[in-house]
């Protein structure tokens, strides 16, 4: 199957959903910039975007503005920018509120 292939509706799907994260990297910037280099408190870390999140707003870093969309923006953002590398393993989320889902473990590159 061909995961670049248009969605049933005849949109781009893949198109769409970087226009709507360039929507929020535009609204938060300047958060943005801070979050990532945040990064460097936590380099050679190895876990999941979540514990990695925690790890950072533990350790003083502002939560974002909607926090419902804008960590994704910043996950995206990190690997793009080779801050957040994949491992090829997964882990499970572990607060309550993320039910415990099996997702990407990364390595912090700061």
Known sequence: MDNDQDDLFGGDAKAAKQA???RIIERIGPWLERA????VLV????GTTEAIRLRLVGMGLEPPPDPNH???AWT??????????PTGRYGHTTTERSHNRKVP?????A
Request: glycine residues 10%.
């Open 20 to 22: 709507a994260i360039n």
């Open 70 to 72: 804008d960590w994704g």
């Open 43 to 46: 380099n050679g870390f190895v």
């Open 76 to 85: 995206t953002a990190a690997i793009k920018r080779e801050k957040l590398i």
């Open 36 to 39: 990532i280099g945040a990064l």
């Open 105 to 109: 473990v990364y390595r912090v590159r």
